[in-house]
Protein backbone atom coordinates (compact mmCIF):
# COMPACT_ATOMS: atom_id res chain seq x y z
CA UNK A 1 0.00 0.00 0.00
CA UNK A 2 0.99 3.84 -0.49
CA UNK A 3 2.42 5.50 3.00
CA UNK A 4 0.25 8.93 3.04
CA UNK A 5 2.05 11.61 2.83
CA UNK A 6 2.14 14.54 5.08
CA UNK A 7 3.59 17.16 3.48
CA UNK A 8 4.65 19.10 0.74
CA UNK A 9 7.24 18.47 -1.95
CA UNK A 10 10.68 18.27 -0.37
CA UNK A 11 13.74 18.41 -2.08
CA UNK A 12 15.79 15.46 -3.00
CA UNK A 13 19.05 15.73 -1.01
CA UNK A 14 22.25 14.40 -2.76
CA UNK A 15 22.20 10.62 -1.81
CA UNK A 16 26.10 10.07 -2.10
CA UNK A 17 25.47 6.73 -0.91
CA UNK A 18 28.69 4.20 -0.87
CA UNK A 19 29.01 1.59 -2.88
CA UNK A 20 27.42 -1.51 -0.90
CA UNK A 21 30.34 -4.23 -2.55
CA UNK A 22 33.44 -2.18 -1.49
CA UNK A 23 35.26 0.04 -3.09
CA UNK A 24 37.54 -1.86 -5.25
CA UNK A 25 39.06 -4.35 -3.03
CA UNK A 26 42.69 -3.62 -3.43
CA UNK A 27 44.47 -3.65 0.28
CA UNK A 28 43.03 -6.84 1.08
CA UNK A 29 43.26 -8.41 4.81
CA UNK A 30 43.30 -12.07 6.60
CA UNK A 31 42.40 -11.59 9.84
CA UNK A 32 42.97 -13.35 12.80
CA UNK A 33 39.30 -14.68 14.36
CA UNK A 34 38.07 -12.70 17.20
CA UNK A 35 35.76 -14.61 20.11
CA UNK A 36 32.29 -12.40 19.58
CA UNK A 37 32.08 -10.43 22.39
CA UNK A 38 28.49 -9.50 23.75
CA UNK A 39 29.57 -7.88 27.13
CA UNK A 40 29.08 -4.11 27.58
CA UNK A 41 32.01 -1.96 26.84
CA UNK A 42 34.27 -0.81 28.77
CA UNK A 43 33.32 2.60 30.86
CA UNK A 44 33.44 5.54 28.61
CA UNK A 45 34.42 8.89 29.09
CA UNK A 46 32.05 11.65 27.06
CA UNK A 47 33.26 13.48 24.55
CA UNK A 48 35.26 16.21 23.97
CA UNK A 49 33.81 18.76 21.08
CA UNK A 50 35.47 21.32 19.35
CA UNK A 51 35.18 22.62 15.90
CA UNK A 52 36.20 20.84 13.09
CA UNK A 53 38.82 22.39 10.76
CA UNK A 54 36.69 23.28 7.93
CA UNK A 55 36.44 26.92 7.54
CA UNK A 56 34.84 26.36 4.23
CA UNK A 57 31.72 23.89 5.92
CA UNK A 58 31.60 25.85 10.07
CA UNK A 59 29.24 24.44 11.84
CA UNK A 60 30.13 20.47 12.83
CA UNK A 61 31.97 19.68 15.78
CA UNK A 62 34.71 16.79 16.30
CA UNK A 63 36.05 14.83 18.70
CA UNK A 64 37.84 11.15 19.34
CA UNK A 65 36.54 8.44 21.43
CA UNK A 66 39.32 5.60 22.56
CA UNK A 67 38.22 2.16 22.03
CA UNK A 68 40.20 -1.38 22.42
CA UNK A 69 41.92 -2.64 19.22
CA UNK A 70 40.49 -5.85 20.03
CA UNK A 71 37.11 -6.00 22.20
CA UNK A 72 38.40 -9.41 22.84
CA UNK A 73 40.67 -8.00 25.15
CA UNK A 74 38.95 -4.37 26.52
CA UNK A 75 41.88 -3.89 28.94
CA UNK A 76 44.97 -4.00 25.87
CA UNK A 77 45.69 -1.58 23.38
CA UNK A 78 43.47 1.20 22.19
CA UNK A 79 43.15 3.18 18.87
CA UNK A 80 41.04 6.85 18.76
CA UNK A 81 37.99 7.17 16.68
CA UNK A 82 37.27 10.51 14.58
CA UNK A 83 33.86 11.34 15.24
CA UNK A 84 31.71 14.57 14.40
CA UNK A 85 28.54 15.87 14.95
CA UNK A 86 26.08 18.80 13.90
CA UNK A 87 23.57 19.81 16.37
CA UNK A 88 19.92 19.71 15.60
CA UNK A 89 18.75 22.63 14.34
CA UNK A 90 15.87 23.39 16.57
CA UNK A 91 17.36 22.76 20.28
CA UNK A 92 13.70 22.91 21.93
CA UNK A 93 12.24 19.90 19.05
CA UNK A 94 15.36 17.92 19.52
CA UNK A 95 14.52 14.17 20.22
CA UNK A 96 18.42 13.16 20.86
CA UNK A 97 21.36 12.01 18.48
CA UNK A 98 20.85 9.93 15.57
CA UNK A 99 24.18 7.82 14.54
CA UNK A 100 24.97 7.27 10.93
CA UNK A 101 26.75 4.40 9.72
CA UNK A 102 28.63 5.14 6.66
CA UNK A 103 28.80 2.90 3.35
CA UNK A 104 31.74 1.40 1.80
CA UNK A 105 33.30 -0.30 3.52
CA UNK A 106 35.89 2.52 3.90
CA UNK A 107 33.54 5.55 3.85
CA UNK A 108 34.30 8.37 6.80
CA UNK A 109 31.54 9.21 8.60
CA UNK A 110 33.04 12.14 9.58
CA UNK A 111 32.96 13.59 6.07
CA UNK A 112 29.53 13.07 5.85
CA UNK A 113 28.40 15.16 8.82
CA UNK A 114 31.30 18.25 7.75
CA UNK A 115 30.66 18.49 3.83
CA UNK A 116 27.48 16.70 3.29
CA UNK A 117 25.13 17.02 6.24
CA UNK A 118 22.39 17.74 3.25
CA UNK A 119 22.53 14.31 3.01
CA UNK A 120 19.60 14.00 5.77
CA UNK A 121 16.34 15.35 6.00
CA UNK A 122 15.65 18.90 6.87
CA UNK A 123 13.38 17.22 9.89
CA UNK A 124 15.91 14.86 10.91
CA UNK A 125 18.38 17.47 11.05
CA UNK A 126 15.88 19.67 13.13
CA UNK A 127 15.30 17.47 15.79
CA UNK A 128 18.48 15.38 16.19
CA UNK A 129 22.06 15.90 16.51
CA UNK A 130 23.44 13.86 13.41
CA UNK A 131 26.63 12.01 14.71
CA UNK A 132 28.41 9.68 12.52
CA UNK A 133 32.46 8.57 13.05
CA UNK A 134 35.26 7.64 10.91
CA UNK A 135 35.04 3.84 11.46
CA UNK A 136 38.58 1.97 12.55
CA UNK A 137 40.65 1.28 9.40
CA UNK A 138 39.40 4.72 7.65
CA UNK A 139 40.16 8.32 7.70
CA UNK A 140 40.90 9.30 10.67
CA UNK A 141 40.59 6.03 12.76
CA UNK A 142 44.00 4.52 12.55
CA UNK A 143 43.83 4.64 8.35
CA UNK A 144 44.88 0.81 6.74
CA UNK A 145 48.04 2.07 5.13
CA UNK A 146 50.06 0.23 2.26
CA UNK A 147 52.78 -0.33 0.52
CA UNK A 148 51.74 2.33 -3.22
CA UNK A 149 54.36 0.47 -5.02
CA UNK A 150 53.13 -3.16 -4.27
CA UNK A 151 49.16 -2.10 -4.98
CA UNK A 152 50.63 -0.69 -8.24
CA UNK A 153 51.54 -4.24 -8.87
CA UNK A 154 47.89 -5.91 -8.36
CA UNK A 155 46.94 -8.80 -10.68
CA UNK A 156 44.26 -8.53 -13.18
CA UNK A 157 41.36 -10.43 -12.08
CA UNK A 158 41.10 -11.70 -15.54
CA UNK A 159 42.75 -15.30 -14.78
CA UNK A 160 43.67 -17.37 -17.43
CA UNK A 161 44.97 -20.07 -15.70
CA UNK A 162 45.67 -22.30 -12.22
CA UNK A 163 49.35 -20.56 -12.40
CA UNK A 164 47.37 -16.90 -12.45
CA UNK A 165 45.20 -18.29 -9.55
CA UNK A 166 48.18 -19.49 -7.24
CA UNK A 167 49.95 -16.09 -8.25
CA UNK A 168 47.06 -13.75 -6.85
CA UNK A 169 46.74 -16.22 -3.89
CA UNK A 170 50.90 -15.61 -3.27
CA UNK A 171 49.99 -11.69 -3.84
CA UNK A 172 47.15 -11.20 -1.23
CA UNK A 173 49.84 -12.38 1.09
CA UNK A 174 52.09 -10.39 0.33
CA UNK A 175 50.01 -7.46 0.45
CA UNK A 176 48.29 -8.17 3.44
CA UNK A 177 51.46 -8.71 5.42
CA UNK A 178 52.53 -4.98 3.77
CA UNK A 179 49.05 -3.67 5.01
CA UNK A 180 49.58 -5.07 8.19
CA UNK A 181 53.52 -3.87 9.16
CA UNK A 182 52.37 -0.82 7.81
CA UNK A 183 49.14 -0.12 9.69
CA UNK A 184 49.57 -1.43 13.19
CA UNK A 185 47.83 -4.28 15.11
CA UNK A 186 44.56 -2.59 14.30
CA UNK A 187 44.52 -4.15 11.17
CA UNK A 188 43.82 -7.90 12.29
CA UNK A 189 40.39 -6.45 14.11
CA UNK A 190 38.42 -4.21 11.01
CA UNK A 191 35.53 -6.79 11.05
CA UNK A 192 31.70 -5.62 11.35
CA UNK A 193 31.60 -7.59 14.84
CA UNK A 194 34.40 -5.32 16.51
CA UNK A 195 32.85 -2.02 15.05
CA UNK A 196 29.36 -3.34 17.09
CA UNK A 197 31.13 -2.43 19.88
CA UNK A 198 32.87 0.69 18.73
CA UNK A 199 29.26 1.70 17.90
CA UNK A 200 28.05 1.00 21.33
CA UNK A 201 30.79 2.41 22.91
CA UNK A 202 30.08 5.85 20.88
CA UNK A 203 25.91 5.36 22.25
CA UNK A 204 27.22 5.36 26.22
CA UNK A 205 29.33 8.46 25.35
CA UNK A 206 26.75 10.38 23.54
CA UNK A 207 24.81 9.55 27.04
CA UNK A 208 22.17 7.78 25.07
CA UNK A 209 20.42 4.80 26.43
CA UNK A 210 19.07 3.81 23.26
CA UNK A 211 20.59 4.13 20.27
CA UNK A 212 18.72 5.94 17.33
CA UNK A 213 20.48 4.57 13.78
CA UNK A 214 20.65 5.49 10.03
CA UNK A 215 22.79 2.38 8.14
CA UNK A 216 23.82 3.15 4.55
CA UNK A 217 25.03 0.43 2.26
CA UNK A 218 27.82 -1.20 3.99
CA UNK A 219 26.25 0.67 7.14
CA UNK A 220 22.99 -1.46 7.20
CA UNK A 221 25.57 -4.33 7.74
CA UNK A 222 26.80 -2.66 11.00
CA UNK A 223 23.60 -1.75 11.86
CA UNK A 224 21.65 -5.29 11.59
CA UNK A 225 24.50 -6.69 14.06
CA UNK A 226 23.81 -4.35 16.49
CA UNK A 227 20.11 -4.84 16.92
CA UNK A 228 21.75 -8.92 16.92
CA UNK A 229 23.86 -7.71 19.67
CA UNK A 230 22.12 -4.97 21.66
CA UNK A 231 18.59 -5.81 20.76
CA UNK A 232 17.34 -3.93 23.58
CA UNK A 233 19.71 -1.13 23.31
CA UNK A 234 17.78 0.06 20.04
CA UNK A 235 15.24 3.32 20.29
CA UNK A 236 15.01 3.34 16.52
CA UNK A 237 16.47 2.26 12.92
CA UNK A 238 16.72 2.50 9.54
CA UNK A 239 18.36 0.22 7.11
CA UNK A 240 18.89 1.70 3.76
CA UNK A 241 20.51 -0.24 0.98
CA UNK A 242 20.55 -3.54 2.48
CA UNK A 243 23.28 -6.11 2.78
CA UNK A 244 22.11 -9.50 2.91
CA UNK A 245 24.94 -10.94 5.72
CA UNK A 246 23.41 -14.35 5.45
CA UNK A 247 24.06 -15.31 1.44
CA UNK A 248 26.05 -18.55 2.29
CA UNK A 249 28.84 -18.81 -1.06
CA UNK A 250 30.76 -17.08 -3.39
CA UNK A 251 28.33 -18.10 -6.11
CA UNK A 252 25.36 -16.98 -4.36
CA UNK A 253 26.87 -13.66 -3.59
CA UNK A 254 28.77 -13.00 -6.91
CA UNK A 255 25.25 -14.45 -8.93
CA UNK A 256 22.86 -11.73 -6.62
CA UNK A 257 25.48 -9.34 -7.71
CA UNK A 258 25.21 -9.75 -11.30
CA UNK A 259 21.77 -9.85 -11.07
CA UNK A 260 20.75 -6.87 -9.70
CA UNK A 261 23.04 -4.91 -11.97
CA UNK A 262 21.79 -5.88 -14.84
CA UNK A 263 18.37 -5.32 -13.76
CA UNK A 264 19.88 -1.78 -13.60
CA UNK A 265 21.07 -1.93 -17.17
CA UNK A 266 17.53 -2.96 -18.32
CA UNK A 267 15.85 -0.15 -16.42
CA UNK A 268 18.27 2.04 -18.37
CA UNK A 269 17.67 0.21 -22.02
CA UNK A 270 13.58 0.89 -20.91
CA UNK A 271 14.21 4.16 -20.20
CA UNK A 272 15.75 5.08 -23.47
CA UNK A 273 13.26 3.07 -25.02
CA UNK A 274 10.87 6.04 -24.05
CA UNK A 275 12.21 9.06 -23.30
CA UNK A 276 12.56 11.30 -26.17
CA UNK A 277 15.15 13.15 -24.60
CA UNK A 278 17.52 10.44 -24.22
CA UNK A 279 20.59 11.38 -26.41
CA UNK A 280 20.10 7.51 -27.40
CA UNK A 281 16.60 7.13 -28.17
CA UNK A 282 15.71 5.45 -31.20
CA UNK A 283 18.84 3.01 -31.63
CA UNK A 284 19.66 -0.02 -30.18
CA UNK A 285 21.52 0.52 -26.98
CA UNK A 286 22.74 -2.64 -25.84
CA UNK A 287 24.29 -2.74 -29.75
CA UNK A 288 25.70 0.59 -29.05
CA UNK A 289 27.04 -0.52 -25.35
CA UNK A 290 28.45 -3.48 -26.82
CA UNK A 291 30.47 -2.12 -29.30
CA UNK A 292 31.83 0.56 -26.89
CA UNK A 293 32.89 -2.45 -24.85
CA UNK A 294 34.56 -3.88 -27.29
CA UNK A 295 36.45 -0.78 -28.60
CA UNK A 296 37.65 -0.75 -25.08
CA UNK A 297 39.13 -4.37 -24.58
CA UNK A 298 41.03 -3.54 -27.77
CA UNK A 299 42.41 -0.39 -25.87
CA UNK A 300 40.91 1.92 -29.02
CA UNK A 301 38.90 4.09 -26.49
CA UNK A 302 40.59 7.09 -24.31
CA UNK A 303 40.29 7.58 -21.02
CA UNK A 304 38.13 10.81 -20.61
CA UNK A 305 40.10 11.61 -16.76
CA UNK A 306 43.51 10.61 -18.04
CA UNK A 307 43.61 11.87 -21.58
CA UNK A 308 46.77 9.94 -23.59
CA UNK A 309 45.32 6.60 -21.65
CA UNK A 310 43.11 3.91 -22.22
CA UNK A 311 39.73 2.87 -20.85
CA UNK A 312 39.27 -0.75 -20.24
CA UNK A 313 36.35 -2.53 -20.93
CA UNK A 314 36.23 -3.34 -16.65
CA UNK A 315 36.67 0.94 -16.41
CA UNK A 316 33.91 0.85 -18.82
CA UNK A 317 31.30 -1.29 -16.75
CA UNK A 318 32.14 -0.11 -12.85
CA UNK A 319 33.51 3.36 -13.25
CA UNK A 320 31.08 4.54 -15.71
CA UNK A 321 28.02 2.64 -16.07
CA UNK A 322 27.85 1.44 -12.51
CA UNK A 323 28.44 5.23 -10.93
CA UNK A 324 25.54 6.44 -13.15
CA UNK A 325 23.33 3.82 -12.03
CA UNK A 326 24.22 4.48 -8.34
CA UNK A 327 22.57 8.05 -9.12
CA UNK A 328 19.69 6.34 -11.31
CA UNK A 329 21.14 8.73 -13.96
CA UNK A 330 20.27 7.44 -17.15
CA UNK A 331 20.13 10.86 -18.74
CA UNK A 332 23.88 11.62 -18.04
CA UNK A 333 24.71 7.94 -18.69
CA UNK A 334 23.52 7.65 -22.35
CA UNK A 335 24.80 11.31 -22.94
CA UNK A 336 28.41 9.84 -22.16
CA UNK A 337 27.82 6.80 -24.32
CA UNK A 338 26.91 8.54 -27.28
CA UNK A 339 29.82 10.49 -26.66
CA UNK A 340 32.51 8.19 -26.33
CA UNK A 341 30.94 5.94 -29.79
CA UNK A 342 31.61 9.66 -31.62
CA UNK A 343 34.67 10.08 -29.96
CA UNK A 344 33.77 13.49 -28.39
CA UNK A 345 36.31 15.16 -26.14
CA UNK A 346 34.26 14.66 -22.84
CA UNK A 347 34.91 15.87 -19.18
CA UNK A 348 36.00 13.59 -16.43
CA UNK A 349 33.36 11.18 -15.14
CA UNK A 350 33.54 10.66 -11.64
CA UNK A 351 34.42 7.39 -10.23
CA UNK A 352 32.54 5.08 -8.10
CA UNK A 353 35.38 3.33 -6.97
CA UNK A 354 39.35 3.47 -6.08
CA UNK A 355 41.50 1.02 -6.85
CA UNK A 356 43.81 2.41 -3.40
CA UNK A 357 41.02 2.76 -1.17
CA UNK A 358 42.60 2.65 2.42
CA UNK A 359 39.77 0.51 4.18
CA UNK A 360 38.48 -2.55 2.00
CA UNK A 361 40.72 -5.10 3.83
CA UNK A 362 36.79 -5.28 5.96
CA UNK A 363 35.25 -6.65 3.18
CA UNK A 364 37.65 -10.03 3.61
CA UNK A 365 37.25 -9.96 6.94
CA UNK A 366 33.38 -9.69 6.53
CA UNK A 367 32.52 -12.18 4.41
CA UNK A 368 33.62 -16.16 3.47
CA UNK A 369 33.91 -16.64 0.16
CA UNK A 370 35.77 -19.17 -0.40
CA UNK A 371 37.20 -20.58 -4.09
CA UNK A 372 39.07 -23.39 -4.16
CA UNK A 373 40.98 -23.30 -7.50
CA UNK A 374 41.20 -22.01 -11.10
CA UNK A 375 38.44 -23.80 -12.24
CA UNK A 376 36.18 -22.86 -9.99
CA UNK A 377 37.15 -19.32 -10.42
CA UNK A 378 36.48 -19.51 -13.97
CA UNK A 379 33.04 -21.33 -13.42
CA UNK A 380 32.01 -18.06 -11.50
CA UNK A 381 33.43 -15.53 -14.18
CA UNK A 382 31.31 -17.18 -16.95
CA UNK A 383 27.99 -17.47 -14.46
CA UNK A 384 28.48 -13.69 -13.94
CA UNK A 385 29.37 -12.77 -17.17
CA UNK A 386 25.98 -15.27 -18.49
CA UNK A 387 23.85 -13.39 -16.01
CA UNK A 388 24.87 -9.96 -16.72
CA UNK A 389 25.96 -10.12 -20.03
CA UNK A 390 26.33 -6.52 -20.33
CA UNK A 391 28.39 -5.76 -17.61
CA UNK A 392 31.88 -8.39 -17.71
CA UNK A 393 33.81 -8.54 -14.80
CA UNK A 394 32.05 -6.67 -13.00
CA UNK A 395 33.47 -5.54 -9.17
CA UNK A 396 32.35 -7.92 -7.65
CA UNK A 397 34.51 -10.26 -9.09
CA UNK A 398 37.43 -8.22 -8.18
CA UNK A 399 36.65 -8.33 -4.85
CA UNK A 400 36.69 -12.18 -5.33
CA UNK A 401 39.81 -12.28 -6.66
CA UNK A 402 41.58 -9.86 -4.17
CA UNK A 403 39.69 -11.90 -1.19
CA UNK A 404 41.41 -15.46 -2.68
CA UNK A 405 43.19 -16.85 0.56
CA UNK A 406 42.24 -14.53 3.01
CA UNK A 407 41.11 -15.76 5.86
CA UNK A 408 37.40 -14.16 7.97
CA UNK A 409 36.85 -13.33 11.28
CA UNK A 410 32.86 -12.18 10.76
CA UNK A 411 31.26 -14.96 8.38
CA UNK A 412 27.84 -14.54 6.64
CA UNK A 413 24.98 -16.03 9.17
CA UNK A 414 21.42 -15.25 9.63
CA UNK A 415 20.15 -12.36 11.63
CA UNK A 416 18.45 -13.30 14.95
CA UNK A 417 17.79 -9.82 16.76
CA UNK A 418 14.68 -11.08 18.79
CA UNK A 419 13.68 -8.84 21.05
CA UNK A 420 14.45 -5.81 19.16
CA UNK A 421 12.10 -3.01 18.72
CA UNK A 422 10.28 -2.07 15.10
CA UNK A 423 13.61 -1.92 12.23
CA UNK A 424 12.95 0.06 9.30
CA UNK A 425 14.22 -1.52 6.18
CA UNK A 426 14.06 0.88 3.33
CA UNK A 427 15.14 0.03 -0.52
CA UNK A 428 14.81 0.56 -3.99
CA UNK A 429 13.28 -2.11 -6.16
CA UNK A 430 16.06 -1.86 -9.11
CA UNK A 431 19.09 -0.93 -6.86
CA UNK A 432 22.40 -1.73 -9.10
CA UNK A 433 24.41 -3.04 -5.90
CA UNK A 434 22.45 -4.00 -3.03
CA UNK A 435 19.28 -5.94 -4.84
CA UNK A 436 15.75 -5.73 -3.31
CA UNK A 437 15.55 -9.77 -2.64
CA UNK A 438 18.55 -9.14 0.08
CA UNK A 439 15.73 -6.46 1.77
CA UNK A 440 13.03 -9.02 1.49
CA UNK A 441 15.50 -11.39 2.71
CA UNK A 442 16.57 -9.17 5.65
CA UNK A 443 13.54 -7.78 6.83
CA UNK A 444 12.06 -11.61 7.30
CA UNK A 445 15.08 -12.62 9.23
CA UNK A 446 14.29 -9.70 11.49
CA UNK A 447 10.82 -11.53 11.95
CA UNK A 448 8.18 -9.17 13.68
CA UNK A 449 11.21 -6.47 14.05
CA UNK A 450 11.31 -5.81 10.03
CA UNK A 451 9.18 -3.51 8.31
CA UNK A 452 10.21 -3.12 4.79
CA UNK A 453 9.41 0.28 2.98
CA UNK A 454 10.09 0.12 -0.45
CA UNK A 455 10.96 2.66 -3.10
CA UNK A 456 9.44 2.14 -6.41
CA UNK A 457 11.84 3.46 -8.28
CA UNK A 458 15.93 2.81 -8.96
CA UNK A 459 19.39 3.80 -7.60
CA UNK A 460 21.33 3.02 -4.55
CA UNK A 461 19.50 4.99 -1.79
CA UNK A 462 16.25 5.82 -1.22
CA UNK A 463 15.13 7.50 1.82
CA UNK A 464 14.85 10.91 0.69
CA UNK A 465 13.76 10.12 -2.58
CA UNK A 466 10.48 12.20 -2.61
CA UNK A 467 7.88 13.02 0.13
CA UNK A 468 6.77 10.15 0.93
CA UNK A 469 9.67 8.00 1.51
CA UNK A 470 10.77 10.64 3.68
CA UNK A 471 7.55 11.35 6.01
CA UNK A 472 7.69 8.04 6.28
CA UNK A 473 11.43 7.58 7.41
CA UNK A 474 11.20 10.89 9.21
CA UNK A 475 7.95 10.05 11.32
CA UNK A 476 9.50 6.98 12.45
CA UNK A 477 12.49 8.22 13.54
CA UNK A 478 11.04 11.10 15.41
CA UNK A 479 7.42 9.69 16.57
CA UNK A 480 8.47 5.85 16.10
CA UNK A 481 5.65 6.15 14.04
CA UNK A 482 5.81 2.84 12.34
CA UNK A 483 4.57 2.95 8.92
CA UNK A 484 2.24 -0.26 7.88
CA UNK A 485 3.42 -3.20 6.55
CA UNK A 486 4.00 -3.25 2.70
CA UNK A 487 3.70 0.17 2.31
CA UNK A 488 5.71 1.29 -0.85
CA UNK A 489 6.76 4.98 -2.36
CA UNK A 490 6.29 5.99 -6.43
CA UNK A 491 9.16 6.46 -7.74
CA UNK A 492 10.07 10.46 -8.21
CA UNK A 493 12.14 11.76 -11.00
CA UNK A 494 15.82 11.68 -10.77
Known amino acids: MS ?3 RSALRRIVSRGTAMAVGAAMAAITGLAAAPAVHASPSATEALRWAPCDDPAKP ?8 VPIDWAHPDGPRLDL ?52 DPRGVGGSNPVTCSGDLLAERPSPDLKSQVDFDATVAYN ?36 RELTFHGSSY ?14 RVRAMVLESVMDHSVPTARDFLWSEAAT ?24 VRAVWQGLLARAGRGELEDPAKPGTSLSSSDLVNKIAFRKFYEADYAGLATWIAGM ?20 PVFCSDWHLPVRDYREYASLVAMMNMTAPDLPYLLPIHMAA ?3 GAPTANPQHRLDAHGSPPILVSNALHDPATGYPWAVSVARQLGHSGVLLTYEGQGHGSVTNGPCMEDAVDSYLTDLAVPPRGTSCPAVPS
Not at 59 to 66: I, R
Not at 221 to 227: D, F, K, N, S, T
Open 82 to 133: AVARRKATDPGARVGSMVFGPGGPGDSGVEMVVRHISRFSPEVRRRFDIVSF
Open 59 to 66: GAECATLS
Open 341 to 360: EESKPLPASPTSISPLHPAT
Open 261 to 284: AEDSFQEFVNWCDGAADCALHGRA
Open 402 to 404: ACL
Open 173 to 208: RWLRADCRARTGPVFDHLDTAQTVRDLDALRAALGE
Open 219 to 232: GTLLGAQYAETYPR
Open 3 to 5: FRC
